[in-house]
């Protein structure tokens, strides 16, 4: 069964700081994974897809990265800004289609 | 190009009821998924349907139904609500499989 775990669980930084989220998954078959922002009461953003094929995907600020081998992704956010504040969420796909959830990382980012 | 809608934003039922949640996915989405997201955790998958069939189905009671009609629009149905029912219900929508999953606002979904 796959378990996705992602530290830390909550992260409060000043604006403009980089930072990095961490994301672990204990069964490496995975097709693809897909990082996720949630504003609070909301459904889910998408940010960034990488397939199992892929080492990295960019998409302005944001970069995500996938070692398939060890079973990790970070997720990299660059000069951080208020707006980013959101829980990210992490999610494994091991049929396909069938995504498997972190708990995500509660990020706040100050003024 | 309109994301995926669901319908109802909000919902209070009581235990032992019936509740339909509708799911309308992007245009040219043939995929549709059902997660529910109880608060403090992440979303867990209920269902998926492509091309009107059901290709998967989480560690879900029977009490948890779902139909994809031609339109590729969405039903999800549970039966006998319990309290621990009450959650977010999630709609993704998809071209196929493998492809990018795009989510809906969501259903809250109360049961008192």
């Known amino acids: 069964k796959q378990e996705v775990t992602q530290i830390p669980a909550a992260l409060s930084v000043p604006e403009g700081e980089n930072l990095v989220l961490n994301c672990s998954f204990t069964?490496?078959?995975?097709?693809?994974l897909q990082w996720f922002r949630q504003d609070p009461g909301k459904g889910l953003t998408s940010l960034l897809l990488?397939?199992?094929?892929?080492r990295e995907q960019t998409s302005g600020r944001l970069n995500a990265s996938l070692d398939k081998s060890s079973g990790r992704s970070t997720l990299y956010i660059a000069a951080s800004q208020p707006g980013d504040s959101a829980t990210y969420l992490c999610a494994v796909s091991n049929s396909g289609y069938a995504l498997n959830f972190g708990k995500g990382t509660s990020l706040l980012v100050t003024p | 190009d309109a994301g995926v809608t669901q319908s109802p934003t909000h919902l209070i039922k009581t235990r032992g009821q019936h509740v339909t949640l509708r799911c309308s996915p992007i245009s040219g989405h043939k995929s549709v998924s059902w997660y529910q997201q109880v608060l403090g955790q992440g979303p867990q998958f209920i269902f998926q349907y492509y091309e009107k069939e059901e290709r998967g189905r989480g560690n879900f009671p029977d009490r948890f139904s779902a139909r994809q009609f031609p339109n590729y629009s969405s039903e999800l149905n549970v039966n006998a609500l319990l309290l621990g029912d009450s959650a977010l219900y999630l709609c993704?929508?998809?071209?196929?499989?493998?492809?990018?999953?795009?989510f809906g606002p969501g259903t809250r979904l109360t049961v008192t």
């Open positions: 069964d490496s078959a995975i097709y693809n």
């Open positions: 993704a929508s998809s071209r196929q499989d493998l492809y990018e999953q795009y």
């Open positions: 990488i397939q199992s094929s892929q």
